[in-house]
């Protein structure tokens, strides 16, 4: 009992640190994109993140109830158990990310009608669309096993890493963006490289 009390309190002591970090790390951020990149492009992005979301809502809240499901098998390492709850979940997350596949398609015919009076190339939003659409795909068909993590009360290793990670790719937008003045191209760039490494 007291592990698990030692590992929630680890969980809420990175996530309240990361809360902070983010926060101050965002208002940076997004003042700088702002004034570098314009507030159109931040807008388009919260948009399409906002499309993203709503395709996201197939997923039912899963992997809450799969987490939830894994407590008990692994306190009592079950393997048994624990292998067919994660293959329930890879057969349910397939399934997600097969609807999340066909909703972005279904979504990418109307991003020009959606996005019709915007300033921004056409491109240009279909490359922010792409990277915030596969940034979501991954979670159904790569890093679903996290919530292996999660349910053994180490979410705090999660966190560490991909959002280390968040941060570092900010850092380096907002440096490319104020010391070398580069434009929109190398900030989506890093936007891609942040994917392939999340």
Known sequence: ???RTDQVLKNTKVALLFFAVLMTMNFIARSVFIKHLGAEVLGVNTMLGNLIGFLN???LG???AIASA???PIAENN???ISAIITIQDWFYRKVGFIVIIGGIILMIFLPWIFQKSQLPLWNIYALFAVLWLSSLTTYFV???QVLLIAEMKEY???LYVKSLFILKLIIQITLLTTFNFGFKSWFLIEVIHLVLS
Do not use: P, V, W
């Open 143 to 145: 890093t679903f096993t």
């Open 70 to 72: 894994l407590y008990s």
């Open 62 to 64: 899963m992997t809450s």
């Open 1 to 3: 009992m007291q592990n």
């Open 57 to 59: 809502l197939a997923e």
């Open 157 to 159: 290793k999660i966190s």
């Open 79 to 81: 393997r048994k158990d």
